[in-house]
């Protein structure tokens, strides 16, 4: 055996030694008679068996109720009630029987439960009634709560009496009228600040006033008493409210509902005015009104000139521009005003010879026997002198021309008739032809041709005209521009010349001629010499067929031919040109502006040198188209091309500054006009060749610088 399992063995040895001896029974030993002490004397197993120990008991305390437990004497003779826990227990409310005496809240005067009572619901009367042991608990407006004694009933909102009735004997609560204007309990007695007595409370409302509404609001025992404007005061009856500044139907609001009436809404009544209200208040709108058009039961309307106030409005014939009775006007006699004058609703009836007659408008005045400006003048202002002009008379446009018919331009303007192209000349008006014009056919005034200025009148000048078939220009006599300037004077800023000519070269006046000799002047203190000059002439415009060629026809204020393929099937000035877009267009023969040549004085140079300061030599051709003259003009805007460079006169290349392109065997450059060597730039030479002018042909011999 090892020497762990013989361990183990003496181990358990030794509890079972130990086992053996606790539970060993110790022998009794016998005392004697059983005494009451907590041994068993006479060793029978059974402990004082003959006291009646542990037994509840009641000991000799005020109370009768066993809340002892018996235990042993002293002198283990007998047994005693042991101390009781609670003791000498009193009688409390709450329904129960406390001290076991077998009445329940016995002796208890505030209790409801004493003498077989029942609890209840607390109340305040000094008694404790759901007998819970506290008198009238809880109870905020009770003097008794949680057991105070009752006292004298004061008036403060508590029951200090505890009869279960707060503030009984003051009448708290009623109602009251206190000291304000009228005498209406409108206020609550409430109780006075010491509690010993009451007063009135505030009311609401207070000083309550009489008004009208069939009432006794003030508690006086009167309706509506004291109102003046109160149909139910002094014992009236209500009634249908009418304009009178009186509340008919009494019910607190003077004449309410009546639209027009003033005394509506609080208002007063006032005079009487044309405004569809009663201002007076007396039952009647407007009355006593003569030019009123809502007297006497009227109403309002559109306003009209008649001198009445027909949207009563309280202004008559208001609004009305053409009226004399507008703005306090009165009528009077009509006359020609484009005015009712008589306010009688037409204006200026009667007139036989005012265009404002039957309710037409004004027009400009012009010259028909008629006041068309209705001013009251008939054809006042109108033609030379103020009065109308008659047959070439001066005129500065239609209506100043008894014709009605202004012709002419800015050099001279006069009254014409219409006319027939297609009658006798031999009868029309001498110095006059009869010239189909763009609206009607009129006399036209003839004036002379001339070549220069030397031709015409001492106060007439020769001026640049379009021919009457638009196929050329002419030059004629016409009166000058007024405040135009003379040949040299400057044009620029808009300033007119006499004549009319402003050359766009120099900004300087020029003036016609026809021969070298008629140029004697000088411009800018330089001689002039007469070239020719070239205009743009546009045929075709029209204001109608007649205007236009045989077959021709005006579309859009030009002049179209028939349908064509190419030029030659056109009139001369005309050409084959598209008239749509179409692929291929249509075509047909349009106008085509071409150049027409007249003289026209200029500063005359063979080169730059020659020329005012600012100015450059540019060719021209003689009137007599014999030979290139030079003359002087602004240099031309934008790019050019200096003297002596290039290329020129190609496509793309810029213009030439002296207007002349030179072409040799080498190439192309740029020249210009020269008398000598010295007119030319650099090295150049000053050589004769041959100048082509364009529509005038070419110039052999012109001087100009080469390379």
Known sequence: MSRHTRL??????????????SNAIVPCEVRGAEECNGIDDDCDGLTDEDFAVGKSCDGPDSDQCANGTTVCSADGRGTECGPEEPANIVEICNNADDDCDGETDE????????????????????????CDGTVDESLTLCGCRDGAPPVAELCNGIDDDCNDIIDDGFAVGMACDGPDGDQCANGTIVCSADGRGTECGPEEPADIVESCNNADDDCDGEIDNGLGNCACSGGGSPGPESCNNVDDDCNGAVDDGLSNCACSGGGSPGPESCNNVDDDCNGAVDDGLGNCACSDGGSPGPESCNNVDDDCNGAVDDGLSNCACSDGGSPGPESCNNIDDDCNEAVDDGLSNCQCTGGQNPQQEFCDGID????????EDNGSGGGCAGFGEPCTSWVDCSSQICAGDDFDRYC???CDPASDPAGWPAGYRCLVGSNRDYYARNYPPCGSDADCAPDGVCTVQEADDQMSLQHQCRPPLAGGGTPGASCDGGNRCANDMCSWFTGLCSEACDDVADCTGSYLGAPTSCVLSWEVVYPGDCGRDAQCPVNYSCVN??????ACSDDGECLAGYSCQAINSNDPPDKACLPAPFFDYLGECRIACAGDPDCPSGLQCHPAVLVDSSAVQGFCRNPPSGQTTPTGAGPCGGAGDPPCSHGICYSSGSGTYCTQLCGDAGDCPGVMNCTPGSLNMGDLGSFPGTLTCTN
């Not at 183990?8 to 001896?21: G, H, K, N, R, W």
């Not at 204020?557 to 028939?562: E, I, M, S, T, V």
């Open 557 to 562: 204020a030009h002049c179209r031919g028939p």
């Open 416 to 418: 014409t008739t219409e």
């Open 107 to 130: 002796g208890l005067t505030r209790c409801a439960c004493t003498n077989g009572g029942s609890p209840g619901t607390e109340r305040c009367n000094d008694i404790d009634d759901d």
């Open 8 to 21: 183990l063995l003496l181990l358990l040895l030794v509890s079972l030694f130990d086992l053996a001896c």
């Open 372 to 379: 068309n400006d209705c001013d009251g003048q008939v054809d």
